[in-house]
């Protein structure tokens, strides 16, 4: 599966921001599917994982309730919608997908998008 990861761009502080992940290949429904985010200096990060059916929502403790994990299957298109933004939101935002749920919030056997940019300014 290839993915692609794009809408990441310079907010300010409070704005939202959607970001967009298109597979293409080898795809499956049953695919976990997630984010992930490398701020500058600092390891990657889990940010959220959806389930291959989109039933289950997973987020870390940072952006919950400010992050909303999606799946259209119809285009094959995963999304984070990112509302209430923050200074320390800013980094490269990854998406990823895997052979399940569980391998998306362990950061296992997962293939990789190429990365999109979020820069939040206070």
């Known amino acids: 599966v290839q993915l692609q990861a794009s809408g990441g761009g310079l907010v300010q502080a409070g704005d939202s921001l959607r970001l967009s992940c298109a597979a293409s290949?080898?795809?499956?429904?049953?695919?976990?599917m997630g984010w992930f985010r490398q701020a500058p200096g600092k390891e990657r990060e889990f940010v959220a994982v959806?389930?291959?059916?989109?039933?289950?929502?997973g987020y870390a403790d940072p952006v919950k309730g400010r992050f909303t994990i999606s799946r259209d299957y119809g285009r094959n298109t995963m999304y984070l919608q990112m509302n209430s933004l923050k200074p320390e939101d800013t980094a490269i935002y990854y998406c990823?997908?895997?052979?399940?749920?569980?391998?998306?919030?362990?950061?296992?056997?997962?293939?990789w998008g190429q990365g999109t940019l979020v820069t939040v300014s206070s």
């Open positions: 990823a997908a895997g052979p399940s749920y569980q391998s998306v919030l362990t950061g296992s056997d997962l293939q």
């Open positions: 290949g080898r795809t499956a429904s049953n695919y976990g």
């Open positions: 959806i389930s291959g059916l989109g039933v289950r929502t």
